[in-house]
């Protein structure tokens, strides 16, 4: 499958160039990198300090509507600190998370808004890659929760404030986030099983659930693309033009022979689905299923990369495990 990187919403851009989102894909670590910059970012990142902060927040908590706020000015914090506005009950993020939240920022200097994704798209960060004032008042908060932090200069954008264009807005301004957790982005399909036909390629995990490749019990190629819902999650249902982040094992039909899985690299496959940047059986089989599921695709050749493709993909027929983790 060919990697593609989405374009951020534009509710996000500033804030994720600040975050330290990069422009292009990074090599990827290996596992063994993975795991040390995990444990030594854990080891680092503390959550902030709980306070009372001169700010007000009013409305109700929806990433759809912006909430009034009104900070005392100048704001200023030695020390990253949180209050919790409003209290979720929801599970309790932490630093390897992917967190869904919409958030409005603020110049604590002045009380200006900077930046806003509420109304908009929600804003998807691993906790484990954005500047620390924002992990650290993100981290052991809950699902639900909406959230005040006042991010310290020390913990906060650096020189990279100045992007902003705004004057008193700079490397030593205390920033302000107000932040609602919306969720914590799953790492692999939930929801209720569904059983297959006998007749599908049955799929092989590990010990932990994961998909790992296939049995396949009857070669003979479909005359159309299946899409056979294995789990079935609970999230919104996915249509053309989306933003959708996958895992996937994908192998040929004739012999079961996986030729690529995401789960072996750094990072989940993103893509736009339903308008032609990936083979027509994943825009066929994709669009319609709820986010949270777990779905088998088996793609004839036609709606793969054909019988003799020219550009070193997989000939003929192929079956797809797909997670869909993600979809906006």
Not at 128 to 135: F, L, N
Not at 178 to 184: K, Q, W
Request: glycine share 10%; proline share 7%; charged share 20%.
């Amino acid at each position: 499958m060919p990697r593609r990187i989405a374009a951020l919403p534009a509710a996000a851009v500033a804030l994720a160039v600040l975050l330290g989102a990069c422009a292009s894909e990074p090599e990827a670590p290996t596992p063994a990198e993975q795991s040390a910059s995990a444990s030594e970012a854990a080891a680092t990142v503390e959550p902030a300090v709980d306070a009372d902060l001169p700010v007000e927040v009013t409305g109700d908590v929806d990433p759809a509507v912006a909430p009034q706020v009104q900070i005392t000015t100048p704001l200023t914090v030695e020390e990253t600190s949180r209050e919790v506005v409003a209290q979720g009950s929801g599970e309790e993020v932490a630093l390897e998370d992917e967190v869904q939240f919409a958030y409005a920022l603020y110049a604590g200097s002045t009380g200006e808004l900077l930046d806003s994704s509420y109304g908009g798209t929600d804003a998807r960060f691993e906790l484990g890659d954005v500047t620390k004032g924002i992990a650290r008042g993100l981290v052991g908060s809950h699902v639900g929760d909406r959230l005040v932090i006042a991010i310290a200069p020390d913990d906060g954008f650096g020189e990279a404030a100045s992007q902003f264009g705004k004057e008193g807005v700079d490397a030593e301004t205390t920033f302000v986030l107000v932040a609602d957790v919306v969720r914590i982005v799953p790492t692999q399909a939930t929801g209720e099983r569904v059983d297959a036909p006998a007749n599908l390629p049955a799929v092989d995990v590990d010990e932990q659930g994961v998909p790992t490749g296939f049995t396949v019990s009857d070669p003979t190629p479909p005359a159309d693309t299946v899409a056979q819902t294995l789990i079935k999650g609970t999230g919104p249902v996915i249509t053309s033009g989306m933003t959708v982040k996958m895992q996937y094992v994908g192998a040929t039909l004739a012999d079961g022979e996986v030729f690529e899985s995401s789960w072996q690299g750094a990072d989940a496959f993103e893509t736009t689905i339903g308008t032609g940047q990936v083979i027509a059986g994943w825009d066929e089989g994709i669009v319609g299923q709820t986010v949270g599921s777990r779905v088998l695709l088996v793609i004839p050749a036609a709606d793969a990369y054909g019988e003799q493709p020219t550009g070193g993909q997989p000939a003929g027929a192929l079956v797809f495990v797909v997670d869909i983790l993600d979809a906006y």
